[in-house]
């Protein structure tokens, strides 16, 4: 059983920047595939980025150059960091565990509750 709790979210303007963090509890987090994943009103769950056990990192096209996903296993963590936000990255963003090394969110079964992020114009 693994338990994530997001932290980082709010109000910037676009241009501005946002750290996320995802902290998990469990003795396994180093062997989870940590993604982040966000939802935006009216639409469906959207994969934003993964990283495998090794180190390995994945990135949706719409936020590639912008945002860094990172962990840290000693710390139990998983870090979002956002450059350059859009209006179109407001969201409520979630992080999420899987064992398999996928960015389909329906092979994620543990994850975190949320926490919005709003970009204004």
């Known amino acids: 059983q693994v338990q994530l709790v997001e932290s980082g979210g709010g109000l910037v303007q676009a241009g501005g920047s946002l750290r996320l963090s995802c902290a998990a509890s469990g003795r396994t987090f180093s062997s989870y595939a940590m993604g982040w994943f966000r939802q935006a009103p009216g639409k469906g769950r959207e994969h934003v980025a993964a990283?495998?056990?090794?180190?390995?990192?994945y990135y949706a096209d719409s936020v590639k150059g912008r945002f860094t996903i990172s962990r840290d296993n000693a710390k139990n963590t998983v870090y979002l960091q956002m450059n350059s936000l859009k209006p179109e990255d407001t969201a409520v963003y979630y992080c999420a565990a899987s064992r398999l090394t996928t960015m389909n969110p329906n092979a994620y079964a543990y994850w975190g509750q949320g926490t919005q992020v709003t970009v204004s114009s």
């Open positions: 990283i495998w056990s090794g180190g390995t990192t």
